[in-house]
């Protein structure tokens, strides 16, 4: 079926790119390439573990990005376009999670995962604004020892982006490449590196599938943010019913749009037929 519809940028900030990009095997490599030069780890031979793995809430729609899991050892990727405070305690939250994983499995009580998380984090540190890169694991101060069963790499994109582009090596152009917003923008770079990477991204912009569920997440994720974290897990999770009522509504609206029949709106959207007659 095809439908008229405007061309629409696709960032590389995004759960639905990343995820996206990690599955297709010509894009992987070139993720994998920056985060064994940043973070001197090599997912190669990763595999991806569970993509959809529950964070804890009740609520199924808290999920952290893309799980990478080879033996003992787990990477957590996670990609945040609109962040928040609450967004960085679910991210830590999560990998605190998955490093007591099997913690109560008798015999293997000692073989502790290694779990590292990498977070793509669309914001400055407020204590150093210039940061590129912070790389955290557990150590002691006076002996200098360090634990690494945990550790945690914050990239902040915003500070690659204001960068000048031409006098930027490899990895940190592709690093660059996540602030762009616009086409324009997108189309100036000519370097054959990243070539891969924008023409991937140019397709999955006239791809309707992919732009609803790119749609999907950013409605999803602005009404995540707004949520107050302050008060009673009860008083949340209400907020958050009522905004994927709302999400639905605002995914609706969209395929209204693109002249998609009330049925298949209903059947992908699990709205009835009378709340999207009221649109």
Not at 133 to 148: P, S, V
Not at 181 to 189: A, Q, R, V
Request: proline share 1%; charged share 30%; hydrophobic share 35%.
């Amino acid at each position: 079926m095809n439908h008229n519809k405007t061309l629409k940028f696709i960032s590389l900030i995004s759960d639905t790119t990343i995820k996206y990009l990690f599955k297709n095997t010509e894009t992987k490599k070139w993720l994998i390439e920056i985060i064994l030069n940043k973070c001197g780890i090599d997912l190669t031979d990763y595999k991806i573990y569970d993509n959809e793995d529950n964070t804890g809430s009740l609520v199924k729609d808290y999920k952290m990005d893309l799980v990478f899991n080879k033996g003992n050892d787990y990477v957590i990727i996670e990609c945040n376009r609109f962040t928040s405070k609450f967004s960085n305690i679910k991210a830590r939250q999560y990998l605190y999670r998955k490093a007591s994983f099997g913690f109560d499995k008798g015999d293997n009580y000692l073989n502790t995962p290694r779990v590292k998380l990498i977070m793509f984090n669309n914001y400055q540190n407020d204590k150093i604004k210039n940061a590129k890169i912070l790389n955290y694991t557990l150590n002691d101060k006076t002996y200098n020892l360090t634990l690494d069963d945990i550790e945690i790499f914050e990239i902040y994109l915003p500070n690659y982006h204001k960068m000048c582009y031409d006098n930027l090596e490899v990895i940190d152009k592709r690093l660059w490449l996540f602030g762009i917003n616009n086409f324009i923008e997108l189309k100036s770079i000519i370097d054959s590196d990243n070539q891969i990477i924008i023409k991937e991204l140019e397709r999955l912009s006239m791809n309707n599938k992919f732009t609803d569920e790119y749609d999907h997440e950013n409605v999803q994720k602005k009404l995540l943010n707004s949520l107050k974290i302050e008060g009673y897990q009860d008083g949340v999770d209400d907020g958050i019913k009522k905004g994927k009522k709302e999400n639905k509504l605002e995914i609706a609206k969209k395929l209204l749009s693109r002249n998609f029949t009330m049925e298949e709106i209903s059947d992908i959207t699990e709205l009835s037929i009378s709340d999207i007659k009221n649109l």
